[in-house]
């Protein structure tokens, strides 16, 4: 991670905003864009999984931004949970949900490893 320094060039980063880009695109489709509470819920959790990553980057403390990092995996775990429940209430088709679940996999999955490259350290 030496030669990482802007939180941009972290690949979990990357993932999250485009993660977080979908979400909003697609929560304007069908069902989902009338439930206002559940829209801006997802929204929120997508937001702030890059949000705490680029928030914990910028603490420059190790430990802060392993605080930050949990809290993201969190709001990752948090908007696939969500997306099951929009599967459950078909608020979107299978196409959509799969391309977002698919996403968010990857963003949890690359949050993880930097958070396990950062404790092992």
């Given at each position: ?97 799969g391309n977002l679940m698919q996403e ?18």
């Open positions: 991670m030496a030669n990482i320094k802007r939180f941009e060039d972290l690949e979990c980063w990357r993932s999250a905003r485009k993660l977080t880009k979908e979400v909003f695109l697609i929560s304007d489709k069908g069902k989902l864009d009338k439930d206002f509470e559940i829209k801006n819920q997802i929204r929120s959790a997508a937001l702030s999984i890059m949000n705490n990553i680029a928030e914990g980057f910028g603490r420059y403390s190790e430990k802060e931004f392993i605080r930050f990092l949990n809290v993201a995996q969190s709001s990752g775990l948090e908007v696939k949970s969500m997306l099951y429940l929009l599967e459950d209430l078909n608020y979107l088709n299978q196409d959509d949900i968010v996999n990857k963003t949890i999955s690359l949050t993880l490893g930097l958070l396990r490259y950062l404790n092992n350290k």
